[in-house]
T-cell receptor, first 110, second 115 residues
Framework: GQNIDQPTEMTATEGAIVQINCTYQ??????LFWYQQHAGEAPTFLSY????GLEEKGRFSSFLSRSKGYSYLLLKELQMKDSASYLC???????????FGAGTRLAVHP | DTEVTQTPKHLVMGMTNKKSLKCEQH?????MYWYKQKAKKPPELMFV???????INESVPSRFSPECPNSSLLNLHLHALQPEDSALYLC??????????????FGDGTRLSIL
């Protein structure tokens, strides 16, 4: 079956660093995406990993270990506007199909 | 604002009505998607179109009928919906159907309420 696990909720302080973990068990794997979604808005693309290792993009970094079925999203220098849901999504071997995790609701407080 | 435009933003309809949701993108993307998202849940894939042809139907009830008139437009025709169909309907597009690093770009969605 297809299973993607993320923590349901996390809280962090403005200016701090937070790591959001994602573990997956899927029948196929052709890449892992992280999306940010503010309440009532569209998901927006943050990062993509298909090979093992770290991808860095400004304040956001994402890591992948295919052998462990594990990824994390690292957010640095947290800002209040980073309060949102963060969705981990695995692209199945069908290429077009994204399987989303339930999302992690992050609350950043002063 | 996103580069994928969905109309209407909100729709309230009765169970006997027929309505359509529209999605448009002008990024030259050749893969387009419909997702359904319930509150505090992740998006669930409904349909995928690749080069204007339906390539994935995730066992969606026939009261939802997708249509791709051309490479820029995607419609979702609704008929005889049930109250449990109330949700946010998201359209997305990606450059091409294939294993590359191009993400799916989402529209802001249509919030649908069935009375």
């Amino acid at each position: 079956g297809q299973n993607i696990d993320q923590p349901t909720e996390m809280t962090a302080t403005e200016g701090a660093i937070v790591q959001i973990n994602c573990t997956y068990q899927t029948s196929g794997f052709n890449g892992l995406f992280w999306y940010q979604q503010h309440a009532g808005e569209a998901p927006t693309f943050l990062s993509y990993n298909v090979l093992d290792g770290l991808e860095e993009k400004g304040r956001f970094s994402s890591f992948l270990s295919r052998s462990k079925g594990y990824s994390y999203l690292l957010l640095k220098e947290l800002q209040m506007k980073d309060s949102a849901s963060y969705l981990c999504a695995v692209r199945d071997r069908g290429y077009n199909k994204l399987i989303f995790g339930a999302g992690t609701r992050l609350a950043v407080h002063p | 604002d996103t580069e994928v435009t969905q109309t209407p933003k909100h729709l309230v309809m009765g169970m006997t009505n027929k309505k359509s949701l529209k999605c448009e993108q002008h990024m030259g993307h050749r893969a387009m998607y419909w997702y359904k998202q319930k509150a505090k849940k992740p998006p669930e894939l409904m349909f995928v179109y690749s080069y204007e042809k339906l390539s994935i139907n995730e066992s969606v009830p026939s009261r939802f009928s997708p249509e791709c008139p051309n490479s820029s437009l995607l419609n979702l025709h609704l008929h005889a919906l049930q109250p449990e169909d109330s949700a946010l309907y998201l359209c997305a597009s990606s450059q091409r159907p294939g294993p590359d690093n191009q993400p799916q770009h989402f529209g802001d969605g249509t919030r649908l309420s069935i009375l």
